[in-house]
């Protein structure tokens, strides 16, 4: 209930409506209108009433809604399916659970919270409710197998425009799916695939932004590693905005990465790759190992100089775990 009043309240941009057009718009009386109201107020719209005047729309709550989702989308029709809850285990799981359903591609799952949000290595992602966001996009696109890690990098690219778009703050990229903001992480990202031996099935790829979190709400053992778009920015921001920004730069990144490979995408990585030239410890396969970040290949592989050695090597998996901010 109240969709309809909200949508002509919103059509007004903030003006007042008189009580008398909306319960014609709606076909219901003057007190059933006021109930309306009431029952929007709940949900944590602010509503200005003035006698004589009518109510008029000063404030909406930051939650993720769909109808509000699509009109800001530029690009709506890449997604064919829209699942938000307020709160769930994992949005990963409910993504996979809806590929196994046979869910289409380009279906998206947001939540408000998660209480077992994944990250990479069997890491736990902290996901609180009202701050941030949560989100996994399944597809199933036309590529083999080895390819799909890319796309992990495909969308930390997407995140990093969305984020300078929302926030004009620069942002810095860790191979392979980490964002950075003032040396701190702002976003992570999970992606796992469901594959036969030479065809992809499906791969669903989690996005984890931390959009108004506020260093208290961060656990005191990552409040020197983590940050938020509000904490570089200096403000907050509505997450259903910064979300539109994300799905409508992922369209773009993918269907760039569809016709030309990464390799379309690769200066968009490399403008942003904030470790190239540094000294870091790389986890690899169980073993920590000393060397220089020097870039990323057109296949997305790290490039990374061993100390000592005088050539890089291409490595398709593996964790910085340590560098000089
Ligand atoms: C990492 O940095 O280790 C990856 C974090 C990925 C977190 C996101 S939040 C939405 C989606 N659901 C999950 O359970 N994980 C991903």
């Known amino acids: 209930m109240g969709d309809l ?51 008029r729309l000063v404030s ?49 799952v947001c939540a408000d919270a998660q209480s077992s949000g994944r990250g990479r290595f069997g890491r736990r992602w902290e996901s609180p409710p009202g701050l941030n966001l949560y989100l996994s996009m399944l597809l199933r696109p036309p590529i083999e197998p080895h ?11 997407a995140l990093a425009k969305a984020v300078e778009s929302a926030a004009g703050i620069p942002t810095g990229l860790k191979w392979p799916n980490d964002l950075y903001l003032g040396g701190r992480k702002a976003a992570g990202i999970l992606a796992e695939m469901s594959a036969d031996q030479d065809r992809l099935r499906h791969v669903v790829i989690g996005a984890g932004l931390n959009v108004n979190a506020d260093s208290v709400d961060f656990p005191e053992e990552l409040r020197d590693k983590a940050t938020s778009l509000r904490i570089s920015a200096g403000r907050s921001f509505r997450r259903v905005e910064v979300l539109a920004l994300f799905l409508d730069a992922f369209a773009d990144c993918f ?3 569809l016709s030309g490979g990464f390799e379309a995408l690769h200066h968009e990585w490399s403008s942003r790759s904030f470790l190239d030239g540094k000294r870091v410890v790389l986890r690899h396969r169980d073993e920590d190992v000393e060397g220089t970040v020097m870039g990323v290949d057109e296949n997305g592989a790290l490039l990374f100089r061993r100390h000592g050695a005088v050539r890089a090597e291409r490595l398709h998996s593996g964790e910085i775990v340590t560098f000089a901010r």
């Open 147 to 157: 390819l799909a890690p890319q796309l992990t990098l495909v969308t930390a690219i």
């Open 5 to 55: 009043l909200r949508r002509i309240l919103e059509e007004r941009q903030g003006q007042f409506v008189s009580g008398q057009e909306i319960g014609n718009r709606l076909g219901v009386s003057r007190a059933a209108v006021w109930k309306r109201v009431e029952s929007l107020r709940s949900r944590g719209f602010g509503i200005e009433g003035a006698r004589g005047a009518g109510y």
């Open 60 to 108: 909406s709550p930051d939650v993720i809604d769909e109808s509000e989702l699509l009109a800001r989308l530029v690009r709506p029709t890449f997604w064919k399916s829209f699942l938000v809850y307020s709160a769930t285990d994992s949005t990963n799981s409910r993504a996979v659970e809806q590929a196994e359903k046979g869910a289409p591609d380009g279906t998206v």
């Open 255 to 257: 269907d760039q990465f």
